[in-house]
């Protein structure tokens, strides 16, 4: 991740520069240009002191990685310079590259001039940058076969790996949404070598780059878990700490606070507001692609089961021989208006009335009685009942063939008591008829 390392504190892909308590301040090379060869002379022994009693060689290098990032090389280079065995590229290289970074000349008459003035000296001094580039060159040359030899091997395991076992469908998420972060990543690396310059700043728009990278909900919740650890850190960065406040912490607590805010102490506090502005606008633009992938998300299309589908699993008594009873086809069921069910084992005479009825019977989705599974639903609970009959030979037949009112009319007329209907149809039950106007 292209952002400035704290003290102490690890962060994926940032720019490695230790921050010691001893430490004050880079030497400064204002007007540098205008000071004489001596004074020159001085300043950069000066500063290689500096460096050296300060810095690990690690650091120096890692100087080294981030102004050539800088300078137009290409990652795949500074993988090169970082697989090179010898010491092609060495801690001389790093500080040098630091100083030009920091304001350094490049190339400086006056000094050249006293360089040449000095007993035991021979030739003309060459640019910081002509040094630089020559161990950077050497450093690539000999690198590159490192790299590839790498990548190939990594390749083959990968391929190794593929050959064994497939990757999840969660894995293979969690890699195109980190692949889609490749010019948010791009414009953090050059931001960060650009001294986090607030112009630049300001125009970040990483919304605008995930929606051309195609970015969807799936891939944004992942990308937001990504960042979201920097977007806490910069914010706690940025939260002044009282005394009082930290005399309260344990003493793990308070030397994180004080690592925390030792490592980002060489930004100004416009950078640090910077900071926690660009990573929020990163997770803002999760959220925007969030909200817009719900936003288009097409809506499924539900397939509408044919009644025969929707009474499949009903469980129902298809005749009785004692009764001389015959269900009706329980496809019928479907958008009718009005059921009329018996139990033979315990006579029970039920009348299932429809909730929501479609006048011109045009079987309009919604309307009518239903099944679900081996239950009738879409029907009026308070006004659906059933009642014991004792002569069910008599009764039955003339319902069969009656219209709905008549129907309803002789069941009216039975005496004995009413009780709710649960919906629930089983192998005992005969489906009687059903009424649609």
Not at 238 to 246: F, R
Not at 295 to 300: D, M, P, S
Not at 365 to 382: A, F, H
């Amino acid at each position: 991740m292209g952002m400035p390392k704290a003290t102490k504190r690890k962060k994926p892909r940032a720019v490695s520069l230790k921050i010691r308590k001893n430490l004050l301040q880079d030497p400064d090379w204002s007007g540098a240009d205008e000071w004489p060869g001596r004074e020159y002379h001085l300043k950069r022994q000066k500063a290689t002191d500096y460096y050296y009693q300060n810095y690990k060689s690690s650091d120096l290098l890692d100087f080294a990685y981030t102004w050539m990032l800088a300078n137009d090389y290409s990652k795949q280079e500074v993988k090169a310079v970082k697989a090179a065995k010898s010491q092609a590229i060495s801690s001389v290289t790093g500080y040098y590259c630091r100083m030009l970074t920091m304001g350094c000349p490049d190339s400086h008459e006056a000094w050249n001039k006293y360089w040449e003035s000095l007993p035991g000296t021979a030739g003309t001094p060459q640019p910081i940058s002509t040094f630089i580039k020559t161990r950077i060159g050497n450093a690539i040359a000999e690198g590159m076969d490192f790299v590839k030899e790498a990548e190939e091997k990594e390749q083959a395991e990968l391929k190794a790996l593929n050959n064994t076992r497939k990757p999840t469908i969660q894995e293979l998420l969690h890699r195109a949404a980190l692949s889609m972060t490749e010019e948010v990543e791009d414009f953090l690396d050059t931001w960060t070598t650009s001294d986090y310059d607030l112009a630049i700043a300001k125009d970040f728009d990483p919304i605008g780059m995930f929606r051309k990278a195609g970015v969807k909900t799936a891939h944004a919740r992942i990308i937001r878990k990504y960042y979201e650890a920097s977007v806490a850190e910069f914010e706690e960065l940025n939260t002044p700490v009282k005394k009082a406040q930290l005399d309260k912490l344990n003493e793990r607590d308070k030397d994180l606070v004080e690592q925390l805010h030792e490592g980002y102490s060489h930004l100004s506090v416009p950078q640090k507001k910077s900071l926690l502005a660009v990573y929020r606008k990163i997770t803002d633009a999760c959220d925007i692609s969030e909200a817009e992938g719900k936003a288009n998300r097409k809506v499924r299309k539900v397939r509408i089961k044919s009644p025969e589908d929707l009474v499949k699993k009903l469980k129902f008594k298809q005749s009785d021989a004692e009764y001389g009873l015959g269900s009706i086809m329980p496809a019928d069921i479907i958008y009718a208006r009005m059921l009329v069910v018996f139990n033979t084992r315990n006579r029970k005479l039920g009348v299932y009335y429809a909730k929501n009825v479609d006048p011109m019977g045009l079987q309009r989705e919604g309307s009518g009685l239903s099944v679900k599974g081996t239950t009738i639903i879409g029907y009026d609970e308070e006004k659906s009942l059933q009642r014991t009959i004792r002569k069910p030979t008599e009764v039955l037949p003339v319902i069969k063939k009656a219209t709905r009112s008549k129907a309803i009319k002789l069941i009216e007329t039975l005496k004995t008591t009413e009780t709710k209907l649960n919906g629930r149809i089983n192998g005992e039950t005969i489906l009687i008829a059903t009424f649609n106007k």
